[in-house]
């Protein structure tokens, strides 16, 4: 019987968006030692040097191996390199590994691997990067059978690097590998802005919903923008919410969090299929990710309320009254947003929206643009419920599927809100409508 330990890859793009190399443990039910894992395990480590500018130290055995290069199997080990890292939404390259350690070379009582990896980018050998990390493993039956699966991930920016890898227990047996990775952008990708520098190395995220970094604001003609992001999964029906689908929203969120243009927010975060608004934040000077995360905490698509069984047409009422009521012109000019950007997966529902609803829609004069994040748009190629209320608003539609796509369409909004926000204050003529 397999275990798991390590971080589970999240699918974005088939790949993951952004992972951790051990934030959380997946153990098969019918071993008897769960309980015994659960919270054992610490998050990849990027190790620092002593002192600023100084080595960093590691055993000396270790350091020899990683320098030898050689391949050790002292521990027997399979590792399999992920060789060519794949961008993901929140633009940066994503990298990593997978082993498979036999289970009866692991029996006995409690042991503990130690894994240590370096990362040189070509060109900067007087720069390396070392990781380290610990897995402590319960007793194990001498009779048990299969293999356990450790997974690691890091990101990167372009260029090429090389990773020298070993884990070892605690009767120092070793398992090492070697390999290289070039990380590169198409052609068609070439004029993104990273967020990561090119050379640069990073461990993985293990934590989704963290603060972004405080962001120097313009003074000059400051916008502000709501908002509305449907969390739910990208299969229609799915019990679940997805590493890869939250990943995938929040680098939507982040990237309008990041534009220095914008000087407040307002959010309103729901979910179609509890008929709920998760979460709301005011005109705040940044998005409160960390408050964003536990809101969504509360998200249980595993149950189904009776109540809404009984509403024949629950789901476009509540998805009629929501948008209507965020986009609707305030009578108060000053709070009144510059824009209101939906985003979300498709929604699409049986009886659509009431035609009543489209016709009030008309007279809304907002800049109002839908961040559609669809991964297979030719499964779907047809306009969904807020795609139809945002034409009706005259607003634009953006199709997510790859990172470029976030990209260019969060360029050609921004500069459609400016456009718009000078031609209202006469600076400048012309609608984005």
Request: proline share 7%.
């Amino acid at each position: 019987m397999p275990i798991r330990f390590g971080m589970a890859y999240a699918n974005t793009m088939a790949m993951p968006a952004s992972s951790s190399a051990c934030s959380c443990l997946k153990i098969l039910p019918l071993l008897p030692c769960l309980t015994m894992f659960a919270g054992l395990l610490r998050a990849q480590d990027l190790m620092q040097p002593s002192e600023p500018g100084g080595p960093v130290r590691l055993f000396g055995s270790d350091m020899a191996m990683l320098e030898a290069q050689d391949t050790r199997k002292d521990l027997p080990c399979t590792v399999t390199p992920v060789l060519k890292p794949w961008l993901g939404f929140d633009m940066k390259f994503h990298a990593g590994y997978d082993v498979q350690v036999p289970l009866k070379e692991l029996a006995g009582t409690e042991n503990q691997l130690t894994l240590v990896f370096r990362i040189t980018p070509d060109g900067h050998e007087d720069s390396p990067h070392y990781f380290k990390q610990h897995y402590t493993v319960p007793a194990i039956d001498d009779n048990a059978g299969g293999p356990a699966y450790l997974q690691g991930a890091f990101n990167v920016g372009e260029g090429k690097y090389r990773v020298d890898w070993l884990m070892r227990d605690r009767a120092e047996r070793v398992c090492s590998a070697h390999w290289d990775v070039e990380a590169s952008l198409s052609a068609k990708d070439k004029p993104m802005a990273l967020d990561i520098a090119a050379d640069g190395v990073e461990a993985g995220d293990s934590e989704p919903f963290k603060q972004e970094a405080p962001v120097e604001r313009q003074s000059a003609q400051p916008l502000n923008v709501k908002v509305v992001v449907n969390f739910a999964p990208q299969a229609d029906g799915a019990s679940t919410l997805q590493p890869s689908d939250t990943s995938a929203l929040l680098s939507i969120l982040r990237s309008i969090a990041r534009d220095p243009r914008i000087a407040t927010f307002s959010v309103v975060a729901y979910n179609l299929q509890e008929q709920k608004v998760l979460y709301r934040e005011e005109r705040a000077g940044q998005i409160d990710f960390p408050a964003l995360g536990r809101a969504l905490a509360s998200l249980n698509l595993g149950t189904v309320d009776l109540r809404r069984l009984s509403q024949k047409h629950g789901d476009s009422e509540f998805l009629s009254k929501l948008i209507s009521a965020e986009v609707k012109d305030n009578k108060d000019e000053k709070k009144q947003p510059d824009a209101v950007i939906f985003a979300g997966p498709k929604i699409m529902l049986d009886d659509g929206l009431p035609p009543e609803t489209l016709k009030q829609l008309a007279d809304v004069k907002l800049p109002v643009f839908y961040m559609n994040y669809n991964l297979n748009p030719q499964i779907n190629p047809w306009r969904d419920a807020v795609g139809t209320a945002v034409r009706a608003l005259k607003g634009a539609e953006y199709t997510i599927t790859r990172p470029r796509d976030l990209f260019f369409s969060w360029s050609e909004i921004m500069g459609r809100i400016v456009k718009s926000k000078f031609g209202r204050t006469g600076s400048a003529n012309g609608s984005s409508q």
